[in-house]
């Protein structure tokens, strides 16, 4: 198991198209992907567990990934986080 926390720190947050992105992302790995924000949990393969984390710009988000890929799992969700899903903005 392996856990990183990451801030998210694009202008809009976690909205429905970033969730898209981690969505596509979770699930190009084997591992369990789970999110954690506040007391709040979703699998990361779930999209609409992901929009109802709620996560706002500045929200901490912890990512667990479990499984045999888990490092490049967790490495390439936490990447697109802190590139802002891949947006200017």
């Given at each position: 198991?392996?856990?990183?926390?990451?801030?998210?720190?694009?202008?809009l947050g976690l909205?429905?198209?970033?969730?898209?992105?981690?969505?596509?992302?979770?699930?190009?790995?084997?591992?369990?992907?789970?999110?954690?924000?506040?007391?709040?949990?979703?699998?990361?393969?779930?999209?609409?567990?992901?929009?109802?984390?709620?996560?706002?710009?500045?929200?901490?988000?912890?990512?667990?990934?479990?499984?045999?890929d888990e490092h490049?799992a967790i490495t390439?969700?936490?990447?697109?986080?802190?590139?802002?899903?891949?947006?200017?903005?």
């Amino acid at each position: 198991m392996m856990e990183r926390v990451v801030e998210v720190v694009n202008e809009l947050g976690l909205h429905a198209r970033a969730a898209a992105r981690l969505v596509q992302t979770a699930k190009q790995f084997r591992s369990d992907v789970v999110l954690r924000v506040g007391a709040r949990e979703a699998r990361a393969r779930s999209i609409l567990g992901v929009l109802l984390l709620g996560a706002g710009q500045g929200s901490r988000l912890t990512v667990r990934c479990f499984g045999e890929d888990e490092h490049a799992a967790i490495t390439a969700i936490c990447e697109l986080v802190e590139t802002r899903f891949g947006e200017d903005a």
